[in-house]
């Protein structure tokens, strides 16, 4: 009965102790799927609609509730302060934000930053830590930013010419991971499914689309187009909502579309065959995200959870379109616990990580990287739940939500496309970036801390620590053993060949000078060989030398080829030196 007692007591206490221990995010990477925008059938750049702005503005807000302040905030996504982060003033050192240049991409971060850092006004909040300093004259009046203190957080935008734009969109511009998705058109599962899903769209007038799918193109063939088009009309156009509302002949096909629309997205862009897989370029667009989000983390982590200095971000705010979650969901192996995991994630969807620690709450970052773990969150759309729902990764079970951060590292090492020129190389990428690219190039991870010398470098060091000995050892015999060494002078000296040196053209054959020659104008030189005569000599038969006339005299090249040496030098000097006489000319 004794040890009956003291087993429940030490058990009690374990959860006593357990519970005692405290849930401490240090940093956070969000991957966001923009708010709604225009169809892609729409001729036109894509535009994000007001629906689309109010969403997004109302995940950011959601954001800052859980992560900055829930007072100021709402908690639709719960409570879990990350420490340091500024409260009320955006601090762009403290965040990474990052989408492509798509207008209604960064027009939803823009929305979504409205939300997580409001407009901040010096007049109405005059205790504010840099409102004051910011928003004081030296007259003291107060001026408030514009739209009552808008804030103007920065935002790297990568077009298709910046290389850091294949990890916010690894699959565009890369030719061979859209002939894999494409091989999909080849499969009998794609024509079965097209053969036995012909009667939903055939069911579909082509005025429903005024004019921007013809009859012919409303097939599964275009699966994800005639979606979301159809979704947009859904929510904008009362007809069309009518229409598959309440028309009974159209009941299911609306369902139905989506799930064909899902189908096909997910053998493009999902589908994959393992995390150990390095061949699959279909799902691109989620190797190279998941290279980003395992950067962001180590840069953190190398800096030891330093939120101020600017050289990690604890906060990571990423948006794109839906593509890098089919793929990164395939690459986790998320399918395998919920099939909605291969499903288009709605407008506004957003994937969590967070890096965080169980302790005691003081926000100390652990020292140890053992004591640091990694849980996945996916929020579906913007049905908040008052909580963030959270999924293991590859293959854990349900129970393995929390994964130590080492065990996340080498998981993601093994899924991702890091370097520029993997990329270029798997993809056969046409990029301007890519001409020329090599292993040298743009490396979106922190090497690690105790990474081991490659063979490369070690053979430099080699090399150098060779050098250095060999030339004690040399010094050694000179001070010891009385080694000397001398310059020997030669008796003839050397020449270039020529005053042209290595300019000479083949119609200088006969041109030689020696090496401390300076020949006026290419006419004469001065030999250098004996020291006793210092005269100078005439080249013969130079091009150079095949002047028509030396003067008034009329002298011709021919004439001087017959005359002794000394004598054409003495009547080129006697023309030199005739006075300059005037000579009129009409």
């Known amino acids: ?110 929305a979504f930053m409205q939300g997580l850092y409001p407009p901040y006004s010096p007049k109405s ?87 921007h799918l013809r009859q012919d193109l409303i097939d599964y063939y275009n699966a994800y187009l005639v979606w979301d088009y159809l979704s947009y009309k859904y929510t904008h156009d009362k007809d069309v909502f009518e229409i598959f509302a309440n028309d009974s002949s159209y009941h299911g096909v609306y369902d139905q579309l989506r799930y064909l629309a899902n189908e096909q997205a997910w053998y493009f862009y999902g589908n994959s065959s393992g995390s150990s897989s390095d061949g699959d370029t279909r799902s691109m667009a989620g190797r190279t995200l998941a290279a980003l989000i395992l950067g962001q983390f180590q840069k953190m982590i190398i800096n030891n959870g330093n939120s101020t200095n600017g050289n990690s971000h604890p906060l990571s705010l990423l948006f794109g379109e839906h593509e890098p979650f089919i793929s990164l969901f395939s690459l986790m192996e998320l399918e395998f616990l919920n099939s909605g995991f291969m499903a288009i994630p709605p407008f506004a969807s957003s994937m969590v990580f967070e890096l965080f620690s169980m302790g005691s709450g003081n926000d100390d970052f652990p020292s140890d990287e053992k004591d640091l773990w990694v849980r996945f969150y996916f929020q579906n759309g913007t049905d908040y739940e008052g909580s963030l729902r959270s999924y293991p990764m590859f293959g854990r079970g349900p129970s ?122 290419g006419i004469i030189s001065f030999g250098g060989g004996d020291k006793a005569r210092n005269e100078p000599r005439e080249r013969v038969g130079s091009w150079e030398l095949r002047q028509k006339e030396f003067g008034p005299g009329g002298a011709k090249s021919e004439d001087l080829g017959n005359e002794s040496r000394k004598g054409s030098f003495e009547a080129i000097e006697a023309a030199m030196t005739k006075p300059v006489q005037p000579h009129e000319r009409v």
């Open 1 to 110: 009965m004794l040890a009956l007692f003291l087993a429940v007591m030490a058990a009690a206490w374990l959860i006593d102790a357990q519970d005692d221990r405290v849930y401490q995010p240090h940093g956070a990477v969000l991957y966001v799927r923009s708010g709604e925008r225009t169809p892609e059938v729409v001729s036109g750049p894509r535009v994000l609609t007001a629906l689309g702005a109010q969403q997004m503005y109302n995940l950011g807000q959601n954001v800052r509730g859980r992560y900055i302040n829930a007072l100021s905030g709402k908690t639709g996504l719960g409570q879990e302060q990350i420490s340091g982060l500024a409260p009320d003033l955006v601090n762009s050192g403290q965040l990474f934000i990052m989408t492509t240049d798509q207008p209604y991409l960064v027009a939803s971060a823009q």
């Open 125 to 211: 909040n005059q205790t504010g830590p840099l409102g004051d300093s910011t928003g004081i004259l030296a007259n003291g009046s107060v001026v408030d930013p514009p739209l009552d203190g808008y804030q103007y957080p920065q935002i790297h935008v990568a077009s298709d010419l910046d290389p850091s734009s294949i990890y916010m969109a690894g699959g565009q511009n890369c030719p061979e991971s859209a002939q894999e998705s494409l091989m999909y058109y080849t499969t009998q599962q794609f024509m079965d499914t097209r053969m036995n899903s012909a009667s939903y769209y055939e069911a579909l007038n082509a005025s429903v689309f005024d004019g």
């Open 400 to 521: 393995g939500t929390d994964m130590p951060w080492l065990e996340f590292q080498d998981m993601m090492s093994r899924i991702m496309t890091n370097t520029l020129s993997d990329w270029c190389q798997q993809c056969s990428a046409p990029s301007i970036f890519c001409w020329g690219v090599d292993n040298s190039t743009l490396n979106i991870l922190v090497p690690n801390r105790n990474q081991k010398v490659t063979p490369a470098v070690a053979g430099v060091i080699g090399a150098v620590v060779t050098l250095a000995v060999a030339g004690l050892l040399f010094a050694l015999a000179m001070l010891v053993g009385g080694i000397r060494f001398h310059r020997v002078n030669s008796s003839k000296k050397s020449d270039l060949g020529g005053f042209k040196g290595s300019a000479k053209l083949a119609s200088d054959a006969d041109l030689h000078l020696p090496k401390n020659g300076a020949p006026p104008a």
